[in-house]
């Protein structure tokens, strides 16, 4: 079985909304947008890259998909990032959008849990999922995260949409990894305990 990565930028009071660009996500006022730039170093490249070469499939909530379809597929395949992102499946969970225009994608707009589930028994390797924090909750709702990547970033925004929300019940986690960046960052791999 895959494992499904949910691979987040945070600031320290859990603040995951808008970490590359400015415009990238305003919503309820979020001023802050582009906060996670000053602290990607080559660190974290590395980590990146690790990361990708393990992962052939994405999926995505349908607004991280448009700012991610808007942007990536105008980059050079120079750009390691934009080779991986362009070339790799993706998948974007959406109740609105029907079409996709990013080379490899799919829309999921039946039972999201269901086709995640279905996704994860076929044969690959990791499935990642970049922000998408509606999502993100929805698959920790249904045990369907394998793997946590949390990249805690030495800032307070002290606003703005976080990753964890309310739950049922508590979820335990156990770390397994941890490593610093050179800019005071911290990536921290779980999994469920």
């Known amino acids: 079985m895959r494992a499904l990565r949910a691979i987040e ?112 028994s076929q044969p690959g390797g990791n499935i990642a999922v970049l922000g998408s924090a509606e999502l993100v909750r929805t698959l920790i709702a249904h045990d369907l995260v394998d793997e946590y990547f949390l990249v805690v970033f030495p800032i307070v925004l002290g606003s703005g949409k976080r990753l964890f929300g309310e739950a049922e019940e508590p979820k335990r986690l156990k770390l397994i990894e941890s490593a610093a960046t050179g800019t005071g960052g911290l990536m921290l791999t779980y999994r469920p305990a």
Not at 10 to 36: C, K, N, Y
């Open 9 to 120: 930028f945070m600031s320290l009071d859990g603040v995951i909304q808008a970490p590359g660009a400015r415009e990238e996500d305003t919503e309820g006022g979020f001023r802050h947008g582009g906060w996670q730039r000053p602290y990607v170093d080559d660190v974290l490249g590395e980590a990146a890259g690790q990361g990708m070469a393990q992962t052939d499939t994405y999926l995505f909530g349908r607004k991280t998909y448009e700012a991610m379809a808007s942007y990536w597929p105008t980059v050079s395949d120079e750009d390691p990032y934009a080779r991986h992102l362009n070339s790799t499946r993706k998948y974007v969970a959406s109740r609105t959008l029907r079409a996709t225009d990013w080379s490899k994608s799919e829309v999921i707009s039946g039972d999201v849990p269901e086709e995640v589930a279905k996704l994860k």
